[in-house]
């Protein structure tokens, strides 16, 4: 059983920088897709950013591009999501996900294709 723990949310101020980490054990972290979602308050889950197994591929919704980073270190067991340029707008909850194998570029985004989440960490960006 795949077991993810992530860390690194936190309070930081419009434009600042925040690097989320997500740590897996339980299984074969390198043979699996990531993806990081995110919630907010009475809203839905919603995709941010994807990587495949070998970090060669890579995800971003459109409200994120060219201000976050996903990457993963495999020899480590972790992945990671550099953002930066926050906005107000980028509070919420945020989750790593995995699952084995190889997804299509479509199935990234979806909260379907992916069989093990974490208990996700708290960013809050303040105006």
């Known amino acids: 059983q795949v077991h993810l723990v992530e860390s690194g949310g936190g309070l930081v101020q419009a434009g600042g920088s925040l690097k989320l980490s997500c740590a897996a054990s339980?299984?074969?972290?390198?043979?699996?897709?990531m993806g990081w979602f995110r919630q907010a308050p009475g809203k839905e889950r919603e995709f941010v950013a994807g990587?495949?197994?070998?970090?060669?591929?890579?995800y971003y919704a459109d409200s994120v591009k060219g201000r976050f980073t996903i990457s993963r270190d495999n020899a480590k067991n972790t992945g990671y999501l550099q953002m930066d340029s926050l906005k107000p707008d980028d509070t919420a909850v945020y989750y790593c996900?995995?699952?084995?194998?190889?997804?299509?570029?479509?199935?990234?985004?979806?909260?379907?294709?992916?069989?093990?989440w974490g208990q996700g960490t708290q960013v809050t960006v303040s105006s």
């Open positions: 990587i495949s197994w070998s970090g060669s591929t890579t």
């Open positions: 339980g299984g074969t972290f390198s043979t699996c897709v």
């Open positions: 996900a995995l699952v084995r194998g190889y997804l299509v570029a479509s199935s990234y985004s979806r909260k379907s294709s992916y069989d093990y």
